[in-house]
């Protein structure tokens, strides 16, 4: 079965710190996403990469970047974290277009 | 718009019965249409999926029933066990800036009586 490994299960930082979450998969998908999960808004799409090197933003990339270095890896950055970015984080990946993603376990982060 | 919706938010049934959990999405085009389940802590995990060249898909204890004529989409379970409590979230498959992606609905929480 795919893997796919967020390093944090939760985390708790302070207003204006860079943050990195960090999101590993272990089998050779070429796409890789991340998701917030909030209350009431279901999961909203942050960016999503088709490729090393390749990102293209979602429907809320605003205060977010991110990194694919390697293929198996994809970082979201909170550049200076906000207490509205207080959130489940949630990577996934997929082999295919159009086809399902496995998620992560996400990471509940907590902007103070 | 793109927008996956639920009809209920929650839904409550006995154990043993047969559970219900109906998505309405709004874009025609959609070619793909996923079930997740979500368990408290996890994230989503995917239960099934169906194109839209097909109108019901079984899987073990699940199927998911397409009608492309009102653009509605139903998971049933059968026989509910307490395990099956979680929030389940229809994705739909959207052309997005020349890729593809899942837009999700906003779940709903199915509870188990005893």
């Known amino acids: 079965d795919v893997k796919v490994t967020q390093s944090s299960r939760y985390l708790v930082k302070r207003t204006g710190e860079k943050v990195f979450l960090e999101c590993v998969q272990d089998?050779?998908?070429?796409?890789m996403f991340w998701y917030r999960q909030d209350p009431g808004l279901g999961l909203r799409l942050i960016y999503f990469s088709y490729d090393v090197k390749m990102k293209e933003k979602g429907d809320i990339p605003e205060g977010y970047s991110v990194s694919r270095e390697k293929k198996e890896r994809f970082s979201l950055i909170l550049e200076s974290a906000s207490t509205n970015q207080t959130s489940m984080y949630l990577c996934?990946?997929?082999?295919?277009w159009g086809y399902g993603y496995t998620f992560g376990s996400g990471t509940r982060l907590t902007v103070v | 718009g793109e927008s996956v919706g639920l009809h209920l938010p929650t839904l409550s049934v006995q154990e043993g019965d047969n559970s219900i959990i109906n998505c309405a999405y709004s874009n025609s085009a959609s070619d793909y249409f996923i079930w997740y389940k979500q368990e408290s802590g996890k994230g989503p995990q995917f239960i099934i999926d169906i194109r839209s060249n097909m109108d019901k898909r079984q899987g073990q204890r699940v199927t998911v029933l397409l009608n492309k004529t009102v653009k509605h989409l139903s998971l049933q379970i059968a026989a509910t066990q307490p395990g099956d409590s979680a929030v389940y979230f229809c994705a739909e498959n959207l052309q997005h800036q020349g890729a593809q992606k899942l837009v999700f609905g906003q779940g709903t929480r199915l509870t188990i009586n005893p």
């Open positions: 996934a990946s997929s082999l295919f």
């Open positions: 089998m050779d998908h070429e796409n």
